[in-house]
C-alpha cells in the first residue's frame, strides 16, 4: 500500500474550498497536537489553508490498563476524531511510543510524506522539550522537508523531490519550559481567543489521555491545564486573552528569509 492511500480525507463544509497552501501539523503522540497547536490550526483553515495531521507514534504507551493493541486502537480513533472536527486530512502513526528515533529508516518514511504533501506550513513541536519523543519528532520532521528536494535522498515509498518553499513553526514546549526548567518564550503569539472552545473540543476527543495523565502525572483536569497554558501565553503577549506561542525555525534550507506564511494569512491575530 502506497503512503497515500492511507490518507483518510475528512474536510468539512466550511473549510472547504480553493487552498490558499497546506499546514501540515506533526508531533510525537495522539493529543499533542490539541495541547498546543490545535488552535492555529482552525485559524489557518479558517483563512482557507488545507490541514495535515499526522502522530508520528501510535500512543502505544498511554495507558495503565489496556492493552498495547487495545490502546493503539482506542487513541488512532480518538485522534482522528480530532483531526475530523476541524476538517484535517489524518495520516496514520507510524512507531510505537518511545520508538521515535532520529534514525534513517523512520526519516525515509516520514521524507515521502512531506514530498507528498508539500506543506507551505510545518507546524512542530519545541526542539526543547521534557520528552525524547517530543524533540525527536521534530528533529526528525526538520530534516524530512530540508531533504524535500534532494534528488539523491531515497524515500519510503519513493517519491520525487520537491522544491516548494516550506515555512517551519515550532510550538511552545509543553509546560512553557525546556527540559531543564528555563522558560521559553515565544517569537510570535497567535490569539486563539475565538477558538479556543474548539482546542478544547479537538483535546476532549482524546479520553483515554485524561485517566492516563491523571494517573502517571498527577494533572487533576485534562482540559484545564490545556486551557490554563493558553492563558499563560496569552498573559505573555500583553494583548491575547488566550494564545498559542511560536518560534520560527531558521529559512536556510526551506525558503526565502522573508517567507512567513502564518504570520500573512492570520494578520491582526499574530503579535511578536
Not at 20 to 34: C, N, S, T
Not at 36 to 58: K, R
Not at 111 to 123: D, F, H
Amino acid at each position: 500500500m502506497s503512503r497515500g492511500e492511507r490518507w483518510e480525507v475528512v474536510l468539512l463544509g466550511d473549510e472547504c474550498g480553493a487552498s490558499k497552501g497546506v499546514v501540515l501539523a506533526a508531533a510525537a503522540h495522539p493529543d499533542d497536537i490539541e495541547f498546543m497547536m490545535a488552535g492555529t490550526m482552525v485559524l489557518l483553515a479558517q483563512a482557507g489553508f488545507e490541514l495535515h495531521y499526522l502522530n508520528i507514534g501510535n500512543g502505544s504507551c498511554g495507558t495503565a490498563v489496556h492493552s498495547r493493541e487495545e490502546i493503539i486502537a482506542i487513541r488512532t480513533e480518538e485522534a482522528r476524531e480530532a483531526a475530523r472536527s476541524i476538517g484535517a486530512v489524518f495520516h496514520p502513526p507510524y512507531v510505537d511510543d518511545i520508538d521515535i528515533y532520529y534514525e534513517r529508516t523512520l526519516l525515509t518514511k516520514l521524507g515521502a510524506l512531506v514530498r507528498e504533501v508539500k506543506p507551505t506550513i510545518l507546524l512542530l513541536q519545541s526542539p526543547q522539550d521534557y520528552m525524547e519523543d517530543h524533540q525527536n519528532s521534530t528533529r526528525l520532521m526538520v530534516s524530512a522537508a530540508f531533504c524535500r528536494g534532494m534528488r539523491n535522498f531515497p524515500t519510503d515509498p519513493p517519491r520525487d523531490p520537491v522544491a516548494d518553499p516550506v515555512a517551519l513553526y515550532h510550538a511552545s514546549p509543553y509546560g512553557l519550559c525546556d527540559q531543564i526548567c528555563q522558560p521559553v518564550r515565544p517569537d510570535l503569539y497567535v490569539d486563539v481567543s475565538d477558538v479556543i472552545g474548539r482546542k478544547r473540543d479537538m483535546l476532549a476527543c482524546h479520553r483515554s489521555q485524561k485517566e492516563w495523565l491523571d494517573h502517571s502525572q498527577g494533572l487533576d483536569s485534562y482540559l484545564i491545564t490545556m486551557t490554563e497554558m493558553c492563558a499563560e501565553v496569552g498573559r505573555l503577549s500583553g494583548r491575547f486573552e488566550y494564545a498559542e506561542g511560536w518560534r520560527r525555525h531558521l529559512h536556510f534550507g526551506f525558503s526565502d528569509e522573508g517567507f512567513d506564511p502564518l504570520t500573512q494569512a492570520l494578520g491582526a491575530a499574530v503579535t511578536p
